[in-house]
Structure formats: structure tokens, C-alpha cells
């Protein structure tokens, strides 16, 4: 079992920064890949950045490639995510998920623990 604990969001004008932060507890290894989800009200759950815990390789959805960084801390068993030049468009609930169980990364569906979200607002 895994807990995960997200922290960061908030408000901020387009072309500004959140760092989000996930710590996680319990059945935690390095060897388990991580991600960040979003959702946004009348919108399924997306996939917006995912680091694989066996290799440490980083993938990206395609929205957020260059602007957003996805970084594990074993030692400390928290997972970020700073986002910068925020559009008004990233807006959502942000979930820390843990232990993909299978491909593709960015399904949501193959996350076994979640967090419990934190709301980040851009604003044009």
C-alpha cells in the first residue's frame, strides 16, 4: 500500500509558476514509476508527466514538453513537478499516481495509488 500526499497548487497569472509536490509513504521503492495526472471539470483524467522508477527516463505529455519537469527524490520519497509559463489552459485538479502497472504511462487506468489532488488556477 501506498499513500501519496499532494501539496503546491494555487493561483497564479498566466506565464507564472507552481512547483507541485507528492510525498509518499508506506510500500515505496525507487524501482515503482510515478506520474502526474490533471483533470479538468467535464474533462477525463490526462497524463501530463511520468518518471520511471527502474530507469529514471521522463516523459511528457506533448502540452506540457519544455515547460514542465517532472524530478524524484528516493531519499526523501517525494515526487515534483515545477511547472512554469502556466497557461490558462493548465488549469486543473493535479494527482500525484504511483506504480504503473502497465503501458502506456499516460492512461490513468494504470496507476494502482493516488493522491487526493491539488487544485491549480492560471488566470489570463
Known amino acids: 500500500q501506498v499513500h501519496l500526499v499532494e501539496s503546491g497548487g494555487g493561483s497564479v497569472q498566466a506565464g507564472g509558476s507552481l512547483r507541485l509536490s507528492c510525498a509518499a509513504s508506506?510500500?515505496?521503492?525507487?524501482?515503482?514509476?510515478m506520474g502526474w495526472f490533471r483533470q479538468a471539470p467535464g474533462k477525463e483524467r490526462e497524463g501530463v508527466a511520468a518518471?520511471?522508477?527502474?530507469?529514471?527516463?521522463?516523459y511528457y505529455a506533448d502540452s506540457v514538453k519544455g515547460r514542465f519537469t517532472i524530478s524524484q527524490d528516493n531519499a526523501k520519497n517525494t515526487l515534483d513537478l515545477q511547472m512554469n509559463s502556466l497557461k490558462p489552459e493548465d488549469a486543473a485538479l493535479y494527482y500525484c499516481?504511483?506504480?504503473?502497472?502497465?503501458?502506456?504511462?499516460?492512461?490513468?487506468?494504470?496507476?494502482?495509488?493516488w493522491g487526493q489532488g491539488t487544485q491549480v488556477t492560471v488566470s489570463s
Open positions: 499516481a504511483a506504480r504503473l502497472t502497465r503501458f502506456p504511462w499516460n492512461d490513468y487506468r494504470n496507476f494502482r495509488y
Open positions: 508506506g510500500d515505496t521503492s525507487s524501482r515503482y514509476s
Open positions: 518518471i520511471y522508477g527502474s530507469s529514471g527516463s521522463t
